[in-house]
């Protein structure tokens, strides 16, 4: 079990669906992070949000759309997905304060058919 | 950019200790390293993090060099549940006066195999 929980675990969707990923933590942490993860790669850093704003987008397509109703909510808004964006999506939390550690939801397994 | 090298893979028996060593020779003074593990289908979990000393916790240990050009992450007494790929990862600074926005670079570890 994690602190940082992510829904769903599983998600199938086609290329002209929308839907969306959700992320919850209650630790008062003040950043919050997307990652993508492929198979027997480390994680890719997409979005981070620091005091609800984005603060970094690491040129993520536009088909990708991050919101952060609040400190403790992380949406990640999926449409028009292409097949190459099959992955594991995790998001991660942390105090925000210099040095201090991520801490990673188990993620949720995208796969677009 | 700092960046990280770590073997592909090791081997450890069960109840040994895993020495696991990770280059970072281009770190820079004010950056950190963490260490992470990352279980079949589950997310990063922290383990540990450092900046010049030796640290310690109730999962493992890190030895820093004293020219913090490389680390040794110790798991005192490795099980099973050990098992994992095991991440060495140092944070860069992206952005002048944006606060603590950094973000992580991630090497691509070493899978970790406790054997009975």
């Known amino acids: 079990d994690t602190e940082v929980t992510q829904t769903p675990k599983h998600l199938v969707m086609g290329m002209t669906n929308k839907k969306s990923l959700k992320c919850e933590q209650h630790?008062?942490?003040?950043?919050m992070y997307w990652y993508k993860q492929k198979a027997k790669k480390p994680p890719e850093l997409m979005f981070v949000?620091?005091?609800?704003?984005?603060?970094i987008n690491e040129s993520v397509p536009s088909r990708f759309s991050p919101e952060c109703p609040n400190s403790s909510l992380l949406n990640l808004h999926l449409h028009a997905l292409q097949p190459e964006d099959s992955a594991l999506y995790l998001c991660?939390?942390?105090?925000?304060?210099?040095?201090?550690?991520?801490?990673f939801g188990n993620g949720t397994r995208l796969t677009v058919t | 950019d700092a960046k990280t090298t770590q073997p592909p893979s090791m081997d450890c028996a069960e109840g040994r200790a895993a020495n696991l060593p990770c280059n970072h020779s281009?770190?820079?003074?004010?950056?950190?390293v963490y260490w992470y593990r990352q279980i079949h289908s589950q997310g990063p979990q922290y383990i540990i993090h450092?900046?010049?000393?030796?640290e310690t916790n109730e999962m493992a240990s890190l030895i820093i060099t004293e020219d913090r050009k490389s680390s040794t992450l110790i798991l005192p007494h490795a099980t099973l549940r050990d098992t994992a790929v095991y991440y060495c990862?140092?944070?860069?600074?992206?952005?002048?006066?944006?606060?603590?926005?950094?973000?992580?670079?991630w090497g691509l570890g070493t899978s970790l195999a406790v054997n009975p």
């Open positions: 990862i140092v944070r860069e600074r992206v952005n002048e006066g944006a606060g603590n926005n950094r973000k992580l670079i």
């Open positions: 949000y620091s005091y609800e704003k984005l603060s």
């Open positions: 281009t770190i820079s003074g004010n950056e950190y």
């Open positions: 630790m008062g942490h003040r950043a």
């Open positions: 450092g900046l010049k000393n030796n």
């Open positions: 991660a939390s942390s105090h925000g304060l210099r040095g201090s550690p991520l801490h």
